[in-house]
């Protein structure tokens, strides 16, 4: 048994996300196309000698209890495997809370495959995988990262062959962050009043035809209560993007740019804002970065 690990917990964004319509049980479903990229939280875990989880982070907006999911994935999986050893816990925070990156998803994901590690224990991925959707609907995904088509509520996860690797530049405006249930809550007005719904083969039709755009449908609703948004996304346009879209839910928007010189000239048009200038990961590079094999 180790005595301590060190692992990344990287963001996502969306390359097209469909909201096609509120199911039964007061979900939403969607159909989107996940894609891992470099920037990163880290995550240390090691063994402590008080018995319990003991969580730490450089956020002081963030919680430490069991209201953060790095607290309650830890919690799930030494109670998956029988381990009542004491759990320190370091996180440090570079994704920005509330932007629609899934910081806080991937951190979760990250705090399984480390308990995992430190301990040296193996579960059934397919039971991983149930633990992981029952913190949080995209939190499945970020056991793998890569390039994956998502659906259901977003934690039905079918792997995509990569794509190249691109250059994003993601921009993270200081004052604005969209909640998602108010983001959901928008759209779920712009749904009552859609005319002609989504379709399964719009969506098919949208990624096959465009495969290097990207779209969200939450741009019309969170984009019309922050029109500083919509700005951004058109000054990356401007400034070389190959596309932009909105990140999630909100409030980051990306550029999808084929040249790095170029982005990283964008990324000095934003001044105002916090920038990061990173790059795709592939499933592989994924992978070796968190010390984790699937397959195995």
């Not at 196309?33 to 730490?56: H, K, V």
């Not at 550029?255 to 990283?264: D, I, K, L, T």
Request: aromatic share 8%; glycine share 8%; hydrophobic share 40%.
């Amino acid at each position: 048994m180790k005595k301590s690990v060190r692992l990344p917990a990287f963001a996502k964004i969306n390359l097209c996300l469909r909201v096609m319509g509120r199911r039964p049980d007061g979900y939403h479903e969607l159909r989107t196309i996940f894609q891992a990229i470099s920037l990163r939280d880290t995550l240390e875990l090691s063994l402590a000698s008080s018995p319990g989880i003991t969580l730490e982070t450089d956020d002081p907006a963030l919680p430490t209890g069991r209201e953060n999911l790095v607290y309650r994935a830890i919690e799930a999986i030494r109670s998956e495997i029988g381990f009542h050893r004491g759990i320190r816990a370091c996180l440090e925070k570079l994704i920005p809370v509330a932007r629609g990156l899934g910081g806080g998803s991937s951190d979760a994901a990250a705090a399984l495959i480390g308990m995992l590690r430190l301990t040296e224990k193996k579960i059934p991925l397919e039971r991983l995988m149930q633990i992981a959707a029952g913190l949080g609907a995209d939190v499945p995904f970020f056991l793998f990262g890569g390039r994956a088509l998502a659906t259901n509520r977003g934690d039905e996860i079918y792997p995509l062959v990569d794509a190249p690797k691109r250059t994003i530049l993601v921009v993270s405006p200081r004052n604005i962050g969209v909640s998602t249930k108010e983001a959901y809550q928008w759209i779920s007005e712009e749904l009552t009043n859609r005319t002609k719904p989504h379709t399964i083969w719009g969506f098919c039709a949208l990624c096959w035809s465009l495969p290097e755009a990207v779209s969200n449908d939450f741009e019309e609703p969170v984009f019309c209560r922050y029109p500083r948004l919509g700005e951004i996304r058109a000054g990356l346009l401007q400034r070389g993007a190959v596309d932009a879209a909105l990140a999630g839910s909100g409030s980051a928007v990306f550029g999808v740019f084929r040249n790095p010189a170029q982005a990283r000239r964008a990324a000095r048009e934003f001044p105002e804002d916090s920038v990061f200038l990173v790059e795709t990961l592939s499933r592989e590079k994924y992978g070796r970065a968190l010390g984790w094999r699937v397959a195995s």
